[in-house]
């Protein structure tokens, strides 16, 4: 079987902020990211539709060779993975597999929090699908999870608008009503690979002593030990230090807002489900 790149999917653009740790921590391996930004953002879309433009994507990676996929996409990895991992994965050849960016960042909460009152900023989708509270009490029940729908903040960051002062509004208004939920707080998950780009935005309105944690790294490490668990699978992955950018959308409007989240020029090619 040949070996193909590893795919990295997300509604738009968040997914590059895992991609970036990918490279990081993992840079031998080829990685093929794929940005729906024609149908973006999944946020407030139902679990319906999040699993058929997931699907949709995933299969595509699949046929461009990758045998593992990331779901570099919070509303992905919950109203779509465990369904993709469950009913369709058996259509496709028995190696593929694809995992999401929730379970390794829960997985590992309890070191950061001594209080064990953890809060999470995601968008809506992910907020009503309980996914954090589940999975963060299947390793840790006796964690207390606060939840805080976050719905402007991925407009905000791709347009590029974060600088603003109308951002820092709402910002400061998420916040207040996350830590309005118990002053035991003491532990804030990004739950949206967008969300790293406001993290200087977050520092103003966030007091010094909580945690701030994005996913990219842990995600990155959790890839990188999965990895070495799974050599039959790893064998399967490219090995050129090379990275594609794909979009459904115009690639010149995606060029633009990958820089903000890359850090540097991005070119991509425009793809067809």
Not at 156 to 170: K, Q, T
């Amino acid at each position: 079987m040949k070996p193909g790149p590893i795919g990295v999917f997300d509604s738009g653009y968040g997914g590059l902020t895992v991609l970036k740790e990918f490279a990081k921590k993992l840079p031998q391996y080829d990685y093929y990211y794929l940005g729906d930004n024609a149908r973006a953002p999944y946020g407030s879309r139902s679990f319906d539709t999040v699993y058929e433009y997931t699907f949709e994507c995933v299969n595509r990676l699949f046929s461009e060779g990758c045998h593992l996929v990331i779901l570099a996409c919070n509303t992905a990895s919950a109203k779509a993975l465990r369904t993709i991992q469950q009913k369709d994965l058996n259509r496709f050849d028995s190696q593929k597999r694809v995992l999401g960016v929730i379970r390794p960042t829960t997985e590992i909460v309890q070191q950061y929090t001594q209080t064990n009152h953890v809060g999470i900023f995601a968008t809506s989708g992910t907020v009503s699908s309980q996914s954090y509270p589940i999975e963060i009490n299947k390793f840790y029940p006796e964690i207390m999870v606060h939840q805080e729908a976050c719905p402007m903040w991925v407009p905000l960051v791709e347009n590029n608008e974060i600088a603003n002062p109308g951002a820092d509004y709402f910002v400061q208004k998420h916040v207040d009503a996350l830590l309005s939920k118990s002053s035991k707080i003491d532990t804030i998950i990004l739950g949206c690979t967008h969300y790293p780009i406001l993290l200087n935005q977050l520092r103003k309105f966030v007091p010094e002593h909580i945690k701030i944690v994005s996913q990219g790294e842990i995600v990155a490490n959790s890839l990188q030990d999965y990895l070495l668990r799974h050599t039959e699978l790893e064998s399967l992955c490219s090995k050129n230090a090379q990275i594609t950018f794909n979009t459904t959308d115009f690639p010149d409007n995606f060029d633009k807002g990958a820089s903000i989240f890359w850090g540097t020029e991005v070119k991509s090619k425009h793809i067809l489900l």
